[in-house]
C-alpha cells in the first residue's frame, strides 16, 4: 500500500520524505489556497522534492478548458497528474488525456458508478472521498471495498486513492479494503506514528537507565 501526502506545504513534504514513507501527493484548489502561494511554483518545488506521482487539479468546467490546463501542468514536471473532477466534462477530458500519455486522477468520487465510469474513461487514479460521505452517514468502507472489487474483477489498471482521510481508523480500515492508495493530511501523518504509551514507555526506560548508570 502507498501513502500520498494530502497538502501542498513544502516544509511539510520535505519533513515526511524523509521517513521513507511519502510515495506521492495530492492537492486540490483548497490545499493549495491555504499556502498562498504561487500555484505554478508551488507545484514544482512538490515536484522536485517527491519522485511518485503529484496531483494538481484543473478549474476549468469544460472538457477543452481542463484539456487546455492540462496539457500546459503536464509539461511542468514529469511526476505530474492532472486531477479533475467528476463531471460528464471531466471524463470526456480524462478520455483525451488517457489517450495522449497524461496520468490523471478523478476527484470528488462518492459512488461506485461514478468510480466505474472513471475507470471505464482511462482514468490513472480515482479518489473516493471517505470523511465527506461519513459526514452524511454513509457507509464509505463498502464504496472502498466495491470499487476494489470491481478494478480486481475486470482487470482495470485504475488506483483507488483514499481520500479526505481525517483519522487514523480511515487509514487502517481502508488499507485492509484494499484501497491501493491513502493520501494524508500532514497533520494526521505525524500522529499515525504516536501513541501515548510509546511516549510513556520511552520516558520510563530513559528514566530507568539514568537511575541503573549512577549506582
Ligand atoms: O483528499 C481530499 C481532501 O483534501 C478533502 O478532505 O477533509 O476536506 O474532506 P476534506
Redesign the pocket.
Known amino acids: 500500500m502507498k501513502f500520498f501526502l ?1 497538502t501542498a506545504n513544502v516544509e511539510a513534504i520535505k519533513r515526511i520524505s524523509e521517513l521513507g514513507i511519502a510515495d506521492g501527493v ?1 492537492t ?1 484548489p ?2 493549495i489556497s491555504r499556502e498562498g502561494r504561487d500555484f505554478e511554483t508551488v507545484i514544482k518545488e512538490i515536484c522536485s522534492l517527491i519522485s511518485g506521482p503529484v496531483s494538481a487539479e484543473v478549474t476549468g468546467l469544460t472538457a477543452s478548458e481542463m484539456v487546455e490546463e492540462a496539457r500546459v501542468i503536464a509539461k511542468w514536471a514529469d511526476n505530474i497528474v492532472i486531477k479533475i473532477p467528476m463531471t460528464e466534462e471531466g471524463l470526456k477530458a480524462v478520455n483525451i488525456l488517457s489517450k495522449e500519455g497524461i496520468k490523471t486522477n478523478v476527484t470528488l468520487i462518492f459512488t461506485v458508478s461514478q468510480g466505474l465510469m472513471a475507470m471505464k474513461a482511462g482514468a490513472t487514479f480515482i ?1 473516493p ?1 471517505i ?2 460521505l461519513e459526514d452524511i452517514g454513509t457507509d464509505a468502507y463498502r464504496l472502498i471495498a466495491d470499487l476494489r472489487q470491481i478494478i480486481d474483477l475486470y482487470g482495470f489498471t485504475t488506483e483507488i486513492i483514499a ?4 483519522n487514523s481508523t480511515h487509514v487502517e480500515k481502508v488499507a485492509k479494503l484494499g484501497a491501493h492508495i491513502a ?1 494524508i ?1 500532514d497533520g494526521l501523518f505525524t500522529k499515525l506514528t504516536q501513541h501515548p504509551l510509546t511516549a510513556a514507555g520511552i520516558e520510563t526506560f530513559l528514566k530507568d537507565w539514568e537511575t541503573f548508570k549512577n549506582n
Open positions: 494530502d495530492t486540490n483548497t490545499i479518489s472521498f470523511g465527506r481520500a479526505s482521510i481525517r493520501t493530511p
